[in-house]
């Protein structure tokens, strides 16, 4: 082996300028490789950390449904479908407390609304928010993203809605009117239910992303109100004998002069006195009433692929028609750019790949034409086949190692320098792609042995059919080219 390689130094050297030419362009493709899935793997690790620390956790449990739940929805193609609530969620809460490896957890309903200005002036076209009615205990517990610029925020029990600085500046542009911590806020559905809530706070998100500029909080109370979504104290009332004989009473008894409307006790001279029953699951504060998510936060992070297993397999033996899943799922569509970008960044690696094939491939044949007498002479003293293959493989092997260790150096350099000046997300779509407002890229390992392996493997199909051109040259050549 140290022979052939020693042999593929001196043929490489004799022939500087082919060297040369396919030595850059598999450098130039080794850069590429390395920039392009450096910014795509580190974008995808902001993206994630962004979401998982800031709005998803590690794990999303939610109703089933015909498309993918997520925070924003239900991603069906063709069809608009609500959100689903979480089927028993106490039996859900129960579990999630049993576990050990479950770090924290906290319940979410989340809605697309339009906010609007309260009072006899009101005018419509106000911004669209995503509503997150949120627990304030658990879920500033969970999450630590974003900072109060102004006003208490919400209280557990509490009515009211807290907006961030961008769509208070949103909501004076597009109504002309300024928001302060105390003023009262309309939320108007797309199912046209309206409420009047109190702004409890505005509020700066630590981590900026397309998504941040969309979600705002509010009490769940409200959010449920306007969404349609059955409470616990919209129960139907518990009713006494005296009430339910009301109710079953003929509407002519009613108006007949005889007719006994309230039956007073003798002795008492005063009316009866009706008590409103309380459902004790209302008593029990915000987390009594339904939900569409928990959001579960686990000690080990990389646990969470077996633990959303165990719980969907939980689940199902339990009856319930729920299901887990990961972040990715729950951030819905902000999570699909960078998948998208990695499908087009690869799609244009294959064809730069193919391109380089070709380019290498036709660099070989002119060099093999140029060694035909030297070949010849190889095989007319006794090489074999094999050893002429061997020779020709190592030189491929040689050449593709040291160019691409070069272009592995400068495409590392160049993240290196793109790591330290940092890449400004100054739009949604950059910002969805970088996961916050400044991307740092990062030089994986993986990376780079994927790097050089790919780079390896298109040398070595590219040089297959110069091979077998170099295979077919005869002993006899040799003469005839050296006669000549």
Known sequence: ??????????????????????????????TILIVGSSFLDSASRSLSRAFIESFTGQVIITGKARGNVTLFGVAEMGAVEATPLLPDFEKLTAYLRGRSDVKCFTPQV?????????????????????????????????????????????????????????????????????????????????????????LRGIFIFKERTAATDLIAYVDPQTLRALAGIARASDAPPQLDAAEAGLLSTEESTLFQGNATMVQVSSGTGRLPTFTKTTPAVEQQGDTAGPWQFILVNLKDPGEAASFIVQTNQWMADQGINAR????????????????????????????????????????????????????????????????????????????????????????????????????????????????????????????????????????????????????KIQPVVAIQARSE
């Open 324 to 471: 887990a899943t990961d972040w990715r799922a729950a951030a819905g569509p902000f999570a699909m750019m960078p998948d998208l970008l990695r499908v087009v960044f690869v799609l244009a690696i294959l064809i730069i790949a193919i391109v380089a094939a070709i380019i290498i491939m036709n660099t070989l044949m002119v060099s093999i034409s140029e060694r035909t007498a030297e070949i010849g002479t190889m095989r007319a003293l006794g090489a074999q086949k094999s050893l002429v293959w061997r020779m020709l493989l190592a030189e491929t092997l040689v050449i593709s190692i040291l160019f691409g260790a070069a272009g592995m150096a400068l495409g590392s350099a160049l993240v290196g320098v793109l790591n330290l000046a940092g890449i400004p997300a100054s739009g949604p779509l950059l910002q969805t792609i970088a996961g916050g407002s400044m991307l740092r890229p990062t030089v994986a390992l993986s990376s780079l042995g994927s790097s050089i392996l790919l780079v390896i493997l298109i040398a070595i199909i590219a040089h297959i059919y110069p091979v077998r051109a170099a295979l």
């Open 1 to 30: 082996m140290t022979v052939l390689v020693r042999l593929a130094l001196r043929n490489l050297l004799e022939h500087k300028g082919k060297t040369l030419i396919v030595g850059l362009i598999i450098a130039f493709g080794v």
């Open 110 to 198: 989340s809605a697309a609304e339009q906010l609007n200005k309260a009072g006899e002036d009101a005018i419509g076209g106000g911004p669209f928010v995503y509503l997150f009615g949120i627990e304030p205990a658990s879920y500033s517990s969970m999450f630590d993203n974003i900072t109060l610029a102004s006003g208490p925020g919400l209280a557990p029990g509490q009515e009211g809605i807290l907006l961030s600085t961008r769509q208070v500046e949103e909501f004076r542009k597009e109504l002309g009117s300024d928001l302060r911590v105390g003023d009262k806020v309309l939320i108007q559905s797309f199912g046209n239910a309206i409420r009047e809530v109190t």
